[in-house]
């Protein structure tokens, strides 16, 4: 069983539509979520960090976690084309902000969205 | 941009071949890192360089060889490669942690290797 289970896609939706991006885990130790947004031929940059279980908004971004059951989620409101891109779920036991915690992340295989105009 | 630079773009090297990857960022960073994407599979870390001192190798080939003169810069040699080790090579940087916040990763956007 993988660690991180994240939903290939390809995902398309229509602009404006809201958008729901999902990765589940195995282990229960994991306290720091992260999305990470990967535009194509770029590297990912940062979208959300979340610490523990809640949600957390940015925008017209919305991530939730749920320990309980083990599942991290990613809302895109009012979706715009300029959302296209492939969405990379991360995660880890220790605070990034901990001794090297940067290499304890361990990532899903992302999820592919269009925006279709 | 994010500030960190990754050189070629696209490569293309035949199994004898020897090559090299570099990484140079801009903002301020002490630590390093090299990343392995392959199609449908997670991000794979394959060293972390901190104050030049590499701190973690996650039992890497040794036909993969990094090299880090100082902070700013970080290269990855290559020689003897295999077709499976054809991937998007990502190098990323960040501050030490212990300054006080969350360390961002910044990624580069890649080097495309294809092994013949």
């Known amino acids: 069983q993988k660690e991180v289970e994240q939903d290939p896609g390809p995902l398309s939706v229509p602009e404006g539509a809201i958008v729901s991006l999902n990765c589940t885990y195995s282990?229960?130790?994991?306290?720091?979520f992260m999305w990470y947004r990967q535009y194509s031929r770029k590297g990912p940059e940062l979208l959300m960090y979340?610490?523990?279980?809640g949600n957390k908004e940015d925008g017209r971004f919305t991530a939730q976690v749920d320990k309980s059951s083990k599942y991290i989620s990613l809302f895109i409101r009012d979706s715009q084309p300029s959302d296209s891109a492939t969405y990379l779920c991360?995660?880890?036991?220790?605070?990034?902000?901990?001794?090297?915690?940067?290499?304890?992340?361990?990532f899903g295989t992302g999820t592919r969205l269009t925006i279709i105009p | 941009e994010t500030g960190v630079t990754q050189t070629p773009r696209h490569l293309v090297m035949g199994m004898t071949n020897k090559k090299s990857l570099k990484c140079e960022q801009h903002l301020g960073h002490n630590a390093m890192y090299w990343y392995k994407q392959s199609a449908k599979k997670p991000l794979e870390l394959m060293f972390v360089?901190?104050?030049?001192?590499?701190?973690e190798n996650n039992s890497v080939p040794s036909r993969f060889s990094p090299e880090c003169p100082n902070s700013s810069h970080l290269f990855l040699h290559l020689h003897t490669l295999q077709p499976e080790d054809s991937a998007l090579y990502l190098c990323?940087?960040?501050?030490?942690?212990?300054?006080?916040?969350?360390?961002?990763?910044?990624f580069g956007s890649g080097t495309q290797l294809s092994v013949l």
């Open positions: 282990n229960s130790a994991f306290q720091y």
């Open positions: 979340t610490y523990s279980s």
């Open positions: 360089y901190s104050l030049e001192e590499r701190v």
């Open positions: 990323a940087s960040s501050h030490r942690p212990g300054t006080g916040d969350y360390e961002k990763l910044f």
């Open positions: 991360a995660m880890s036991l220790l605070p990034v902000i901990s001794n090297f915690g940067n290499e304890k992340l361990t």
